[in-house]
């Protein structure tokens, strides 16, 4: 799985950058941007931490 976010209700909060453990996401434009996939560990934590519920995972 990857994680996606949706742009449109991403708030730039950086939450997702703090807890994944495979620094799978940056910040551009003030949102967050997942640049490696497939480094992902499946663990959720960034979905799971996105006040906006702005992160899903996904095949």
């Given at each position: 799985?990857?994680?996606k976010?949706?742009v ?22 003030g ?12 663990c959720?934590?960034c ?13």
């Amino acid at each position: 799985m990857a994680p996606k976010v949706e742009v449109d209700k991403c708030e730039g909060c950086g939450n997702c950058l703090e807890v994944c453990p495979a620094d799978v996401f940056e910040m551009e434009d003030g949102k967050a941007k997942v640049i490696r996939p497939d480094d992902c560990l499946d663990c959720g934590a960034c979905a799971e931490e996105c006040p906006t519920q702005a992160i899903t995972l996904e095949d």
